[in-house]
């Protein structure tokens, strides 16, 4: 299991791809090398051959049958066949064992050539009888021919074989080993760094002391500690964000709930008031529960929000000017003292399909907002309404006439706590607004905001799904 674990790791992969390609390297060296070796030896042997038998010619007697054959023994060869000025001239010979089974010509071989008459020479074990032939040392004449065995050229071209396969053995275990030592210093240690601090930071993610310090001087390992240390940066940051947003959300929902109580008991006593005789109580009074009404909702729907829940809208048809109208009725009082106008381009027919009570919030956010953005400049200004439709969609457009919204509220316009168009506000408004409007399918946009004023779309799909179609 140990050993399994250690060729699963960076290190031990690493050791045994080194040494296969060290051993494939050195396997391509020994090819030529075995091939070269063989032909220093047959070449040894034509120099030898060459020398006994110019020796013999210098001797103007005849030589013994013994010293001939110890010549060709120390020699290493059966016969010496010498051609000098045209002439073909057995200078040496003995008894041939068997018959000559092959030939060789190393006047002048390809490197092909070499390589698999040695594999040739090295695969068969016979001992067979060969003649090889060569140019003689110094031109001392034009050819020089000898008979040899190649069992004793076999032997030792295993053993040479053997002594290279052990330095290429001892080769690749050392350079193995050296880089081995190099990846662990330069590529493991490193990373075994940057898991311990991933390790570290996962324990205790809020605390900045675990964040690491880039320290490598390798390239890519240092952006890999950069971007480490950005992630934990940001992560951390959100954590801290996430964590004050969710004691925030239980402060509002304990708010909402005791808000809830008190606007149930303000219902009571406004539901009474609708009995009132007196005319401008009876006038005012179905404004008034109207917006108790909706101020319950809104606590109870601020309570599903800090559930992350947001009941999925009642659709139904009915027709946009009258919700307009009731959206712009409850916020003109307000925007009496800064001389703003509010414009209606709904046409008094058109209807459309959706929850009346999601839509009026988003309106009312919308509406609001505009209000409060012209009433911001203490100038005069327009908020404007209107409505149409197209084969796939009913849209609803809401500008204004005032500055604009800042860059900032631009970048994070749609979400919570970040999106504020106005000083104080929370930018709970635009949040919740476009999370009621892809609840219906639909999306929520900015068109544009610049000097000339700000104008939202709304945009509800005509598309009926199948759930609804059920429903």
């Known amino acids: ?51 006994a038998s110019l020796a013999l010619l210098a001797s103007e007697e005849m030589i ?31 008894p041939i064992p068997s018959p000559v089974d092959a030939s060789y010509d190393l006047r002048d071989p390809t490197g092909f050539s070499l390589v698999r008459d040695a594999f040739t020479d090295l695969t068969d074990s016979r001992n067979r009888v060969i003649r090889v032939i060569g140019e003689p040392v110094r031109q001392a004449g034009l ?14 071209m295993i053993e040479y074989g053997l002594r290279i396969l ?68 940001q992560l951390t940051g959100a954590l801290r964000q996430k964590e004050r947003l969710a004691q925030l959300g239980s402060a509002v929902a304990k708010i909402s709930h005791d808000l809830r109580n008190i606007l149930t008991t303000a219902q009571l006593f406004a539901d009474r008031m609708e009995a009132s005789e007196d005319p401008a109580v009876k006038r005012a009074a179905p404004k008034l529960v109207n917006s108790i009404a909706r101020a319950v909702n809104l606590c109870e729907s601020t309570l599903t929000f800090g559930r992350a829940e947001e009941p999925p809208p009642r659709l139904a048809r009915f027709m ?43 309106l009312l956010n919308l509406v609001r907002n505009a209000r409060q953005a012209i009433e911001a400049t203490k100038k005069a200004g327009t908020v404007e309404v209107g409505a149409g439709e197209d084969d796939g969609f009913w849209w609803i457009r809401v500008g204004d006439t005032g ?24 930018g709970l408004g635009l949040a919740i607004s476009a999370e009621l409007v892809r609840g219906h399918g639909g999306r929520l946009e900015l068109v544009r905001s610049d000097e000339d004023g700000t104008e939202f779309m709304i945009r509800l799909p005509k598309t009926v799904t199948q759930t609804e179609v059920a429903a």
């Open 166 to 233: 052990g330095l290429s053995a001892v080769i690749s275990v050392l350079t193995a080993l050296l880089l081995f030592l190099a990846v662990q210093r330069l590529l493991v240690a490193p990373i075994r760094r940057v898991v311990a601090h991933m390790s570290s930071y996962a324990e205790a993610p809020e605390d900045a002391r675990r964040f690491i310090e880039p320290t490598a001087r390798v390239v890519e390992l240092r952006e890999a500690e950069d971007a480490l240390q950005s992630l934990q940066t």
């Open 403 to 426: 500055p604009g919204l800042p860059d900032r509220a631009k970048a994070h316009l749609f979400q919570p706590f970040q999106g504020g168009t106005r000083k104080g506000g929370t």
């Open 64 to 94: 013994s049958e013994d010293l001939e054959r110890e010549l060709l023994a120390n020699a290493g060869v059966f016969n010496v066949v010498l051609r000098r000025d045209e002439m073909r001239q057995l200078v040496l010979s003995s």
């Open 1 to 51: 299991m140990a050993r399994a674990h250690f060729l699963n790791t960076l290190s031990g992969r690493f050791l045994m791809l080194t040494t296969v390609f060290v051993m494939l390297a050195e396997v391509l060296i020994f090819v030529p090398s075995v091939a070269g070796f063989r032909e220093d030896y047959l070449r040894l042997r034509l120099e030898r051959a060459q020398i």
């Open 320 to 362: 946009l000017a009258g919700l307009v109208t009731e959206v712009l009725e409850g916020e003109r009082p307000a925007a009496e003292a800064g001389e703003i106008e509010f414009v209606i381009d709904v046409a008094p027919n058109l209807t459309i399909r959706a929850d009346s009570e999601q839509l009026h919030r988003v």
């Open 143 to 156: 050819l020089i021919e000898v008979t040899i065995e190649s069992g004793p050229m076999r032997r030792e």
